[in-house]
């Protein structure tokens, strides 16, 4: 029975000062973790559009330190883009305050929302589209690194604890296939023994962070292409989105984690393995892309491992692929039958991709670096 203290999309659209009239509100995306709804809103001049997101509580215990982290980086951005003559509301996230001034809106039924205004004339894809496409969508990733380089301390937040810790996510596999609570491990025995093979991937990261090899910086820790925002008319990334993970760590993640996605033409849950495969001339845009802007910024340590990364990252999102699908899918949403398990499945195939192109890959960095 549904919970008389939970309001109506309506009723919380209407709880943010969008500054107009609710004209319509449906669902959006094809995200992880939110729930994600555009609204249509009547100002006085024209219609806008504005986006409202549930925050997920079980991801997110702290939705005060989420927002914090994001308010602050937000405004950090939206000043230096004034400055440099830019158009804030395109280049960067805006947040809508509630009617009562506050970041987020916490609901009777305690659920929790927040809205953004929707940036207009640029979209997102779930598939790189070509090579400038990846150019562009890395060379973003690299500016936004660029731009939160130097935001005033404290320290931000650990949204997720230990989110980047790769080999955390390693031991949780591990943990998973020992308990196997819902007997779903012998269905992965393939897959558990492929992640045993390669468990020295698991620390690369954080070992180069913990011995002081790499630098701590600010990272995103999420840079799927479909996180940057493209412009409609000169095809170039315009805003980085979805902020929920931005928080110290190690800029290597994020270039690793755009090329599991952006580098290979095959979805994250393709079923025929024999699809999946590093596209050699997408990497080169990225690594273009990447460097052009962070070359200026990175040390030549970060930029020896960039290759590395890479494969360390895919391979640590295909464990938590496979440790979700032996804990009973808890965490990412799945659309079918072992969905987590042939994600999991993708990932080992790009690894075992890249494994194959180590050499041509780090030709590919060392002519931009």
């Given at each position: 029975?549904?919970?008389?203290?939970?309001?109506?999309?309506?009723?919380i659209?209407?709880?943010?000062?969008?500054?107009g009239?609710?004209?319509?509100?449906?669902p959006?995306?094809?995200?992880?973790i939110?729930?994600?709804?555009?609204?249509?809103?009547?100002?006085?001049?024209?219609?806008?559009?504005f986006?409202?997101?549930?925050?997920?509580?079980?991801v997110?215990?702290?939705?005060?330190?989420?927002?914090?982290?994001?308010?602050?980086?937000?405004?950090?951005?939206?000043?230096?883009?004034l400055a440099g003559?830019?158009?804030?509301?395109r280049?960067?996230?805006?947040i809508?305050?509630?009617?009562?001034?506050?970041?987020?809106?916490r609901?009777?039924?305690?659920?929790?929302?927040?809205?953004?205004?929707?940036?207009?004339?640029?979209?997102?894809?779930d598939?790189?589209?070509?090579?400038?496409?990846?150019?562009?969508?890395?060379?973003a990733?690299?500016?936004?690194?660029?731009?939160?380089?130097?935001?005033?301390?404290p320290r931000?937040?650990?949204?997720?604890?230990?989110f980047?810790?790769?080999?955390?996510?390693?031991?949780?596999?591990?943990?998973?296939?020992?308990?196997d609570?819902?007997?779903?491990?012998?269905?992965a025995?393939?897959?558990?023994?492929?992640?045993?093979?390669?468990?020295?991937l698991?620390?690369?990261?954080?070992?180069?962070l913990?011995?002081?090899?790499?630098?701590?910086?600010?990272?995103?820790?999420?840079?799927?292409?479909?996180?940057?925002?493209?412009?409609?008319?000169?095809?170039?990334?315009?805003?980085?989105i979805?902020?929920?993970?931005?928080?110290?760590?190690?800029?290597?993640?994020?270039?690793?984690?755009s090329?599991?996605?952006?580098?290979?033409?095959?979805?994250?849950?393709?079923?025929?393995?024999?699809?999946?495969?590093?596209?050699?001339?997408?990497?080169?845009?990225?690594?273009?892309?990447?460097?052009?802007?962070?070359?200026?910024?990175?040390?030549?340590?970060?930029?020896?491992?960039?290759?590395?990364?890479?494969?360390?990252v895919t391979?640590?999102?295909?464990?938590?692929f496979l440790?979700?699908?032996?804990?009973?899918?808890?965490?990412?949403?799945?659309?079918r039958?072992?969905?987590?398990l042939?994600?999991c499945?993708?990932?080992?195939a790009?690894?075992?991709?890249?494994?194959?192109?180590?050499?041509?890959?780090?030709?590919?960095v060392?002519?931009?670096?």
């Open positions: 029975m549904p919970d008389e203290r939970t309001p109506q999309l309506s009723e659209v209407e709880r943010f000062r969008t500054g009239r609710l004209l319509s509100v449906e959006l995306g094809s995200g992880h939110h729930d994600t709804y555009v609204s249509q809103v009547r100002l006085a001049d024209r219609t806008a559009g986006v409202h997101q549930r925050i997920n509580r079980s997110f215990a702290s939705p005060e330190e989420l927002m914090q982290n994001i308010e602050r980086v937000t405004s950090h951005l939206q000043g230096k883009i003559g830019g158009d804030p509301e280049r960067v996230l805006s809508v305050p509630t009617v009562d001034g506050e970041s987020f809106l609901t009777g039924g305690g659920d929790c929302w927040r809205t953004y205004k929707q940036v207009e004339g640029a979209r997102t894809f598939a790189i589209q070509d090579a400038d496409h990846a150019r562009s969508t890395s060379r990733f690299a500016q936004f690194q660029l731009m939160v380089a130097d935001l005033p301390g931000l937040h650990e949204t997720i604890r230990h980047g810790d790769t080999r955390r996510r390693f031991e949780a596999l591990v943990r998973a296939v020992e308990a609570q819902v007997n779903r491990a012998a269905s025995e393939q897959e558990i023994r492929f992640a045993n093979e390669r468990e020295d698991a620390g690369l990261l954080v070992d180069l913990r011995q002081g090899r790499v630098p701590e910086r600010i990272a995103h820790h999420d840079t799927k292409i479909n996180n940057v925002m493209i412009d409609d008319r000169t095809g170039e990334g315009v805003c980085v979805d902020l929920d993970t931005v928080m110290p760590g190690t800029v290597l993640y994020d270039f690793g984690d090329i599991r996605l952006g580098a290979t033409r095959a979805a994250e849950d393709e079923r025929d393995l024999s699809a999946v495969k590093l596209d050699l001339a997408l990497f080169d845009r990225f690594a273009a892309g990447y460097l052009e802007v962070a070359r200026a910024f990175l040390t030549p340590a970060e930029i020896d491992h960039l290759v590395e990364a890479a494969r360390a391979f640590t999102i295909g464990v938590r440790t979700d699908h032996v804990e009973g899918d808890v965490y990412f949403r799945s659309q039958e072992q969905h987590n042939d994600r499945r993708t990932q080992f790009l690894v075992e991709d890249m494994e194959l192109k180590i050499e041509q890959m780090q030709a590919v060392d002519r931009y670096r």
